[in-house]
């Protein structure tokens, strides 16, 4: 709606005055960043839920970007998390530099991006952190990773329990979460 688009809002258990009041923050955000982009570019675009294939550096890598921006020489993500419980950091964030590498790969062959802004917003703790780093330093970091994801996806190197397990999705049939657990 906010970008004058014919749309249908989804219906949601989850639905309520408070969501609606917190995500329209986060619109705003979004809406501000792209002024600002369009004050650079007047042709940045803005993309919605576009899925982010990083499969080049991760075994069958992908996710769900939340909004995207695409200015000439810049690229900014930015993710919506709606969680009240706990801060998470843009800085340095993997998923928000895997979501970033995706766009890189999808993008970055039509403009010539040099600096990639990845953004995670929390309206519900005020909380919005931004990290900026260069295409190269991501692509980097993109390579240095690659064979560890490959170990990983193969089932093989060695499983660490920590606090990053806790949106885990193997967390369940994890045996490094296994055995913290049984030391306790």
């Known amino acids: 709606r906010a970008l004058k688009l014919q749309t249908k809002k989804p219906t949601s258990t989850y639905d309520s005055d408070e969501m609606d009041g917190h995500t329209d923050g986060y619109v705003q955000y979004v809406l501000e960043t792209l002024g600002d982009a369009k004050k ?8 919605i839920e576009q899925r982010r294939d990083f499969s080049c550096w991760v075994p069958d890598g992908f996710g769900t970007g939340d909004a995207l921006i695409v200015a000439d020489d810049e690229l900014h993500i930015i993710d919506l998390k709606y969680g009240q419980g ?3 950091e843009a ?3 993997p998923q928000m530099m895997l979501y970033a590498l995706g766009a890189l790969n999808a993008y970055g062959y039509i403009y010539p991006i040099e600096i990639v802004r ?3 917003i929390q309206p519900r703790l005020e909380n919005i952190g931004t990290c900026e780093m260069t295409a190269d ?3 980097a970091w993109g390579e240095s ?3 560890t994801a490959k170990m990983a996806y ?3 190197g060695e499983q660490k329990a920590g606090d990053w397990c806790r949106f885990c999705r193997a967390k369940p049939v994890c045996k490094a979460c296994r ?3 049984l030391s306790l």
């Open 154 to 156: 193969e089932g093989k």
């Open 145 to 147: 990773i690659k064979d």
């Open 86 to 88: 706990i801060v998470v």
């Open 91 to 93: 800085e340095r964030n």
């Open 40 to 47: 650079r570019c007047p042709d940045a675009i803005l993309l």
């Open 118 to 120: 990845m953004s995670i």
């Open 137 to 139: 330093e991501l692509t």
């Open 179 to 181: 055995d913290e657990a």
